[in-house]
Each structure stands twice: as structure tokens, then as C-alpha cells.
């Protein structure tokens, strides 16, 4: 079964930045999709960024120019840098692995993110 352990969130002022990473476990890392998505409170989870095994990489309009996606392969993680934070960026981050074959769907348990002043 993937484990995948998400971790760097925490509370930062508007404009700031932070850096969450997502290390995988009992994976064949370069068979799986990666993705961050995030959950608002009373809001569905949405996707913010995705990266795939070949490094193709999809953003949600709302994060373009100030998140960037990456993966390390040789240390299965990948990485979410966040700049130029917004109250609205506040939520659940998760980080998601799908097969590339078979897809199927792991997910992380979870991040908190909090931007406020």
C-alpha cells in the first residue's frame, strides 16, 4: 500500500512563503502522477498543481506564477513551493499519487495551511 506523508505547513502572514514536501513510500515512484490539491473549509477539494511521471506539469489558474511543482525522484518527494501567500490559499493541502497504468489513487492525510496577518 503507497504511504504517502505530507509535511511543512503552518501559519504565515499574507505575502509570505512556504515550501510543503510529500515523501512516498512502497511505490515505484516514477510509475505514479503526483499532485497537491486543497480543501477549504465548507469548500470541495480542488486541484492546485500536478506533475507528471515524465514531468509535465498542470496548475490551477488561481496559483499560476506563484506555486511551482517539483519532484525528486532518487528521493520519492515531491514538493510544493508557495510564494506570495494569499488569505485565500488558506485550506488542507494534500498530496495525491495516481498510477500511471492503472490509475488508482493514494492520497496523504494532510497539511494545514493558514495564511493570515
Known amino acids: 500500500q503507497v504511504q504517502l506523508v505530507e509535511s511543512g505547513g503552518g501559519l504565515v502572514q499574507p505575502g509570505g512563503s512556504l515550501r510543503l514536501s510529500c515523501a512516498a513510500s512502497?511505490?515505484?515512484?516514477?510509475?505514479?502522477?503526483m499532485g497537491w490539491y486543497r480543501q477549504a473549509p465548507g469548500k470541495q477539494r480542488e486541484l492546485v498543481a500536478t506533475?507528471?511521471?515524465?514531468?509535465?506539469?498542470n496548475y490551477a489558474d488561481s496559483v499560476k506564477g506563484r506555486f511551482t511543482i517539483s519532484r525528486d525522484n532518487a528521493k520519492n518527494t515531491v514538493y510544493l513551493q508557495m510564494n506570495a501567500l494569499k488569505p485565500e490559499d488558506t485550506a488542507v493541502y494534500y498530496c495525491?499519487?495516481?498510477?500511471?497504468?492503472?490509475?488508482?489513487?493514494?492520497w496523504g492525510q494532510g497539511t494545514q495551511v493558514a495564511v493570515s496577518s
Open positions: 512502497r511505490v515505484v515512484f516514477n510509475n505514479y502522477d
Open positions: 495525491n499519487a495516481q498510477h500511471i497504468y492503472y490509475k488508482n489513487n493514494w
Open positions: 506533475i507528471t511521471s515524465g514531468g509535465t506539469i
